[in-house]
């Protein structure tokens, strides 16, 4: 039972422009937000996460939106990069579950010089 | 700077071999985490580990195993290799708790064929 969503397998941007990534989660009791990014054959790199006591986070060109009604978070990134082309996972975690980290099925980002 | 080490980047192993995967980290984090990685799957919890000897079962458990006998290493053990198990695998470490500073920090992956 996928916790964290990813439904959008890939997304192409013009470089300069927005790129808005997406994620969703059913699980009410997650507390704490993250996205990564990953490069073929590289581990993944922790990018920027937010806490469910805030909606916003931001650092540099990304910032993560957290609406908890909806159980929705979101990544933007303002201008998109040609560097930037990845694939990004968002994950989860809740307290009391043995620190586990939840992640999605990732969306592969290509920024289009 | 936090360091997640694997011991090889590529390896490839046959039906039927015992495999061991191999992870060192620095940062003197309590939690250690083993994933795989597939297409259309995204990251999928093996195993993992919040103390040294201590392990718990992740989603896709079967064929694995696992081992910590200090709190900086973290093996990963395919009891008898099979081609399903052909895969990218992740090691991560995290420092207890959720919330700022929690966050996994991952190793550079192996790449494991089975044949």
């Known amino acids: 039972d996928q916790q964290v969503k990813q439904n959008s397998p890939s997304l192409s941007v013009q470089e300069g422009r927005i790129s808005i990534l997406n994620c969703d989660y059913t699980n009410s009791m997650f507390d704490y937000f993250l996205w990564y990014k990953k490069y073929p054959a590289e581990g993944p790199t922790f990018l920027i996460s937010i806490s469910s006591i805030k909606d916003k986070n931001e650092d540099g060109r990304f910032t993560v939106f957290l609406n908890k009604s909806a159980k929705h978070l979101s990544l933007h990134i303002v201008p998109s990069q040609p560097g930037d082309s990845a694939v990004y996972f968002c994950?989860?975690?809740?307290?009391?579950?043995?620190?586990?980290?939840?992640f999605g099925t990732g969306t592969s980002l290509t920024v289009i010089p | 700077d936090v360091k997640v080490t694997q011991s090889s980047r590529y390896l490839v192993k046959r039906t039927g071999e015992k495999v061991f995967l191999e992870c060192v980290q620095d940062?003197?984090?309590?939690?250690m985490f083993w994933y795989r990685q597939d297409p259309g799957l995204g990251l999928r919890l093996i195993y993992f580990?919040?103390?040294?000897?201590?392990?718990e079962k992740g989603d896709i458990p079967e064929g694995y195993s696992v081992s910590r006998e200090k709190k900086e290493r973290f093996s990963l053990i395919l009891e008898s290799a099979s081609t399903n198990q052909t895969s990218m695998y992740l090691c991560a470490s995290s420092f207890e708790g959720t919330g700022m500073n929690t966050e996994a920090f991952f190793g550079q992956g192996t790449r494991l064929t089975v044949v």
């Open positions: 994950a989860a975690s809740a307290p009391n579950t043995g620190n586990q980290f939840y």
């Open positions: 940062m003197d984090h309590e939690n």
């Open positions: 580990s919040y103390d040294v000897k201590m392990k």
